[in-house]
């Protein structure tokens, strides 16, 4: 896994100063590479490619509302955590790229869950390389067919791509959490499933059935249930 960016933005440099060093220890206990940028005003980060933004709810300017109004109008994949001193406000900074919030004082343990709430969220954000060098995002994949030596991805845009590859290096390229192995010929992404049948997968504006192998179809199915758990707890 890559360098995650992660940005902190707060007005006040002594809580940048404290993030900053809660995530460093993370980063040295947990093994998470990080790459991580503390400024007091978002004005001078805006060019920064941030995975994970840290933001206090109540600044001067551009208040972390304003901001996250700004990155879903962009549609941008940024997740962000709101930090705070006021639980009060807390009821307004709900969103879709919200995952959480984190109290003033900030405490190590609180901090630990959220970063393992990011990480387990993170991985459709996650981007596999094909042999040409062209970067394809884990959550934009529908379903990988092989075929002979070779597989076709079918992402959510509906380009397709075919490439010599096995399923079983695709398997180890992928979050395990977040696909399922149907068959010995088809992997499918748990974020576009429309329905499990008895003999099959729906997906998402596909009309045909994904058929299921009869020795993967329960694994599948409990797996299916462990995805669907965590995303509703997510908020996913």
């Not at 896994?1 to 947990?30: A, F, G, W």
């Not at 060098?133 to 092989?146: E, K, N, R, S």
């Amino acid at each position: 896994m890559r360098k995650i960016n992660v940005l902190v933005c707060d007005d006040q440099p002594e809580i940048v100063e404290q993030m900053k060093t809660l995530l460093l220890r993370y980063e040295d206990e947990y093994g998470r590479a990080m790459r991580i940028l503390g400024v007091t005003s978002y004005d001078t980060a805006e060019d920064f490619p941030a995975d994970l933004l840290f933001l206090d709810i109540e600044m001067p300017g551009r208040s972390g509302l304003s901001i996250r109004d700004e990155l879903e109008k962009k549609s941008a994949d940024s997740l962000i955590i709101f930090v705070t001193s006021h639980s009060e406000a807390v009821w307004d900074a709900f969103g879709r790229n919200v995952i959480g919030f984190f109290e003033k004082p900030m405490d190590y343990d609180r901090l630990c869950q959220l970063m393992k709430k990011f990480f387990d969220l993170y991985s459709i954000y996650e981007t596999v390389n094909l042999e040409d060098g062209t970067q394809l995002a884990v959550g934009d994949i529908v379903w990988i067919q092989v075929k002979d030596i070779y597989s076709q991805v079918r992402l959510a845009s509906g380009a397709k791509y075919t490439l010599r590859r096995s399923l079983s290096v695709w398997e180890s390229m992928l979050p395990a959490e977040d696909f399922l192995r149907i068959s010995d010929t088809c992997i499918v992404g748990c974020r576009y499933v429309a329905r499990l049948e008895k003999k099959g997968v729906r997906l998402d504006d596909c009309e045909e059935l994904f058929p299921f192998s009869t020795r993967r179809k329960k694994g599948c199915e409990e797996k299916y249930l462990h995805y669907c758990r965590k995303m509703a707890r997510y908020g996913g």
